[in-house]
């Protein structure tokens, strides 16, 4: 099992990002997704979770209206994109299938600053 993240970088506030976190060693397509992410100093936040169906989202109030997740069961990729970003949102990124499945993957860092 093993969850591969993508797409972090240095943005300017009010920018954009999207996140890819390739999936594999296990049947993608059964599994609920969720996105985390952890700022300096900080603990774990769960951030977006997409369902197995790819139906209802949830999200963290402090993301709530800017960042979407989705997934595509034929690539075994799950995205974050994320919109209006501002520094608050500067962090490591990781994303998980139910916690009991696999670890936690490299992450990738957004840095959101001008």
């Known amino acids: 099992v093993q969850f591969v993240e993508s797409g972090g970088g240095l943005v300017q506030p009010g920018g954009s990002l999207r996140l890819s976190c390739a999936a594999s060693?296990?049947?993608?397509?059964?599994?609920?997704f969720s996105w985390y992410r952890q700022a300096p100093g900080k603990g774990r936040e769960l951030v977006a979770t997409?369902?197995?169906?790819?139906?209802?989202?949830n999200y963290a109030d402090s993301v709530k209206g800017r960042f979407t997740i989705s997934k595509d069961n034929a690539k075994n990729t799950v995205y974050l994109q994320m919109n209006s970003l501002v520094p608050e949102d500067t962090a490591v990124y990781y994303c998980r299938g139910p916690l009991w499945l696999g670890s936690w993957g490299q992450g990738t860092q957004v840095i959101v600053s001008s």
């Open positions: 997409i369902p197995s169906t790819g139906g209802t989202t």
């Open positions: 060693g296990f049947t993608f397509r059964l599994y609920a």
